[in-house]
């Protein structure tokens, strides 16, 4: 599990805030001015449980400040230097090592959950480990809209053709701006102990491939006692941990199953259920359905065509095109690629 430091200061918090907004300040002008260092990596292993590494179901945002990151994928490798970003797609395994150069390792991470955006410090603690020292919870309406910039980035990572390099920096250049005004403008959720319930659904989020994830495990982390954790978690947020935790895993599972090729099988694993038949019956409880039959009638949705007409005019109605259904089922396959 990602470790957290003991609560710091409130000068801290402050610096921290003020130190977001000038690395998303200095990340716009580096993409504006062309001089940006992107990271993206290119590996195609999605959702795979890796030895050494971990992947979320939703894409994280690197940026170096001080030291370097070696980033380790399937396919790829690279180090992250100052100044530089890495996009980390959904989906995919990474491993990280924090490295001190001249200056001691620090970047900021920005990762997205619970419908709230987390912008946290990282440190190297203990060596050659990335550990967060501050981290700051953001509420926007612009939630989806960030994490589909991000997305979108992913998906348009392996084309080369200059046109798609382009769209990539203006997405990210969206992405920061509306980072950088969102730590400008906006206060962020800090509590006392719902701060602690925050950081509990954060750990929850990240930690979701392993199996032996749950309250005494959290407990630990958050530095209380499980039943002090059952009782807060459930008094603010109406879930018990094991609900949430389940509830986290099977809206991870019904993604996996619309967008990706993984077996179902392949997806049990991923959201942390080591027996595939133990997660088709907790499916099943849930949706009705098991998880073939979803992937199934999700598919036979995609290649419906469009019941309603392309264009409406004052005497007539236009339809566009139709693609056969195999078309279609390639396009989509093209897509969870």
């Given amino acids: 599990m990602q470790t957290f430091r003991p609560a710091p200061s409130r000068g801290l918090r402050s610096d921290s805030r003020k130190l977001f907004v000038e690395v ?8 504006e001015r062309g001089r940006a260092v992107v990271r993206i990596p290119t590996s195609r ?17 690197f940026i170096q400040i001080d030291g370097e990151t070696e980033f380790t994928c399937p396919e790829d490798r690279f180090v992250l230097g100052p100044g530089q970003i890495c996009i980390m797609p959904k989906g995919v395994p990474h491993g990280e090592v924090a490295r001190a150069t001249d200056r001691p390792f620090r970047n900021v991470v920005v990762c997205y959950y619970n419908d709230t955006v987390a912008v946290h410090v990282a440190e190297e603690n203990p060596p050659g480990r990335p550990a967060v020292q501050d981290i700051h919870f ?23 053709r200059p046109a798609c390099a382009t769209a990539i920096k203006g997405l990210l250049l969206a992405e920061l701006a509306l980072l950088l005004a969102l730590v400008e403008d906006s206060e962020d959720v800090r509590y006392t102990e719902t701060e602690r319930v925050f950081r509990c659904q954060w750990l ?18 958050l530095n209380c006692s499980a039943s002090h954790l ?11 941990i094991v609900e949430y935790i389940t509830r986290v895993r099977l809206a991870n599972a019904l993604d996996a199953l619309g967008n990706t090729l993984l077996s179902v ?6 959201c942390g259920f080591n027996d595939p038949n133990y ?59």
């Fill in 45 to 61: 292993t999605l959702f795979q449980r890796i030895p050494g590494m971990a992947f979320h179901f939703k894409p994280e945002l």
């Fill in 24 to 31: 998303f300040r200095a990340c716009v002008r580096s993409l």
């Fill in 279 to 337: 997660f088709t019956r907790v499916f099943r409880k849930a949706t009705g359905v098991s998880p073939a039959l979803f992937r199934e009638q999700r598919h036979r949705v995609a290649c419906a065509l469009e019941r309603e007409p392309k264009a409406v005019f004052e005497d007539h109605e236009e339809h566009g095109f139709a693609l056969r259904p195999e078309v279609l089922a390639r396009a989509r396959v093209q897509s969870a690629l």
């Fill in 265 to 270: 099988k392949e997806i049990a694993v991923a």
């Fill in 138 to 160: 953001f509420a926007t309406e612009l939630f989806h809209d960030l994490v589909e910039y991000l997305n979108r980035i992913g998906q348009l990572r392996f084309s080369e």
């Fill in 204 to 221: 929850i989020r990240n930690n979701l491939q392993d199996p032996d994830l749950g309250v005494n495990s959290l407990a630990s982390e």
């Fill in 230 to 240: 059952s009782k807060l978690f459930h008094r603010e947020t109406g879930e018990r």
